[in-house]
């Protein structure tokens, strides 16, 4: 993500919004006290056809809604529109409405106010220009880029270290470096949070957390500009304690989700096409696969992705024929055991011509493995090539402390994969292999990537060597995957005939001699 820092010019114009339409929506919990004089502190630059004024009352319980009404009769220059929830929905549900109502309005941007005066309106044309200019998705009013300011501003001690400290955490967890994490002053474009499911986030204060997460992991630009802090006589509504720790566990939750243990849907916005990334750095299944594989050799490589494999072994001069399942056409293998089958890839008809034959991150991936690997040796007749198998170990010692917790959730990557169909321990992968007809040649495991989740260094050098002495101690509970050395043995059809050729043979021999 690019943050961008951009100082406000004094005594600049305000900002034309260039035929664009602004939504300034007011989020109000028994604000009677403050609410008209936040309206009337809208600057009259924005009091034009392209401003509407949304206010959501969110079931006060003083006249917040009374008091809205009255300001909306008696001013007339800017179109206002004020609506009350049937019940309380708390404030991250209030802002779900206000974007909703934005998206479906066709506004170009929405800015979010707070109806106790927290934040100056009057900052509104200022905050508005990095939208117009098309340099950022999202705008915060920040208080903490002027640190000093803030606290004059009345910000009580124990909310500015806390905003420091909150911040500078989730910085570190998701690699930003915004100011604060943690202002109310914000401005999106419409189409940002048409991107992201803002819907699925919580409807309580840490709604603003969650929707900062998602544009990072969207990828969409955030803008930060100063703004000044006032502190006077509203009532906040904020438990801090219980704040902070929704903050945390939902950062730490979105950085899981980062290095694919954990998934929640609200967190699965990353733009990027889901690839295998790079492992031939490290001791990894991808290292496996090119160190089993013979230099000059015929090789098949069957999986999803590794096309970094392929071009390593091409480097090794072996003559590769690479087929991506994820992008090939399917073929539907009913069969009267199972009528409803789901599609599965179709094994190729001169499997047999290989030396060796590469299934990588596949077997997972399929309804029906144990046919498709009855398929495979099938197809290689008597040839006996080396099948190499890499797969996830579902029995790895992170994803069964997660099941002791009540926790087996899926993840766009890793053991417990979205698009992972079978799970696999060494002793199931084995078992299927010897019941396809495979001879096991050798049984390896690796450990977790951890350059591909912490980075390149002596951290993840540190835990990978730590990992591969665990693996040594039990493959089964600390091996990430599984990798397999197998020989496709010929079918009792193509070993009956070999059986009766060589028998000929054998019987001719034998009475050459005889005579």
């Known amino acids: 993500m690019r943050l961008i820092e951009l100082e406000r010019s004094a005594g600049l114009p305000p900002v034309d919004l260039a035929g664009k339409r602004l939504l300034i929506f007011v989020v109000a919990y028994n604000a009677a006290a403050t609410i008209e004089k936040v309206l009337s502190r809208i600057p009259q630059s924005l009091h034009t056809d392209d401003v509407e004024v949304l206010i959501i009352d969110d079931s006060s319980k003083d006249d917040t809604f009374r008091n809205g009404l009255r300001y909306q009769q008696k001013y007339s220059a800017i179109k206002i529109t004020i609506l009350r929830t049937p019940e309380n929905q708390g404030y991250g549900g209030n802002q779900k409405l206000g974007y909703r109502y934005a998206i479906d309005h066709c506004f170009d941007f929405v800015a979010m106010v707070h109806g106790d005066g927290q934040y100056a309106p009057e900052e509104l044309p200022n905050l508005v220009g990095p939208l117009v200019r098309g340099e950022a998705a999202a705008v915060f009013g920040s208080r903490m880029i002027n640190k000093a300011s803030a606290r004059a501003g009345g910000m009580p001690l124990y909310k500015w270290v806390g905003n420091q ?45 969650e929707i900062i997460i998602q544009l990072v992991l969207a990828k969409l630009h955030i803008a930060e500009l100063p703004v000044p802090t006032f502190y006077g006589d509203e009532i906040c509504h904020v438990n801090g304690m219980k704040y902070a720790w929704d903050v945390f566990k939902a950062t730490i939750k979105a950085r899981l989700c980062g290095i694919h243990l954990f998934y929640d849907r609200k967190f699965d916005v990353n733009p990027e096409i889901d690839q295998h990334s790079d492992k031939l750095g490290f001791a990894s299944s991808q290292r496996f696969a090119v160190d089993a594989s013979i230099s000059g050799k015929r090789v098949l490589q069957l999986g999803i992705g590794h096309a970094n494999v392929a071009a390593e072994l091409k480097r090794r001069s072996c003559d590769v024929t690479a087929i991506d399942f994820a992008a090939s056409h399917l073929r539907a293998s009913a069969s ?43 197809q290689t007749g008597n040839q006996r090539p080396e099948v190499i ?61 951890f350059p591909l989740a912490i980075g390149t260094n002596r951290w993840s050098a540190a835990l990978l060597k730590l990992n591969r002495a665990l693996i040594g101690f039990s493959k089964s509970l600390f091996s990430y995957q599984v990798c397999i050395r197998s020989r496709a043995l010929p079918d009792l059809r193509h070993l009956l005939t070999e059986t009766i050729s060589g028998s000929a043979a054998f019987r001719a021999e034998m009475l050459r001699h005889v005579a």
């Open 165 to 209: 400290v909150l911040t500078g955490f989730q910085n570190r967890m998701l690699g930003t470096s915004l100011s604060e994490f943690h202002s109310g002053f914000r401005l999106y474009s419409t189409a940002a949070l048409a991107q992201i499911p803002f819907e699925k986030n919580t409807n309580g204060f840490h709604f603003d957390t």
């Open 336 to 378: 009267p055991a199972m009528p409803f089958s789901a599609p599965s890839p179709a094994v190729p008809s001169d499997a047999g011509t290989y030396d060796q034959i590469l299934l990588m991150d596949l077997i997972e991936h399929l309804y029906d493995p144990e046919n498709f690997m009855d398929e495979l040796r099938r």
């Open 389 to 449: 198998i890499t797969s996830a170990n579902v029995a790895f010692f992170v994803t069964r402390m997660m099941l002791a917790l009540g926790q087996f959730n899926y993840s766009r990557k890793g053991i417990l994969g979205l698009g992972h169909r079978r799970l696999f321990t060494f002793k199931s992968l084995r078992a299927l292999l010897e019941q396809a007809g495979y001879q096991i040649i050798e049984e390896a495991g690796v450990p977790a990537p």
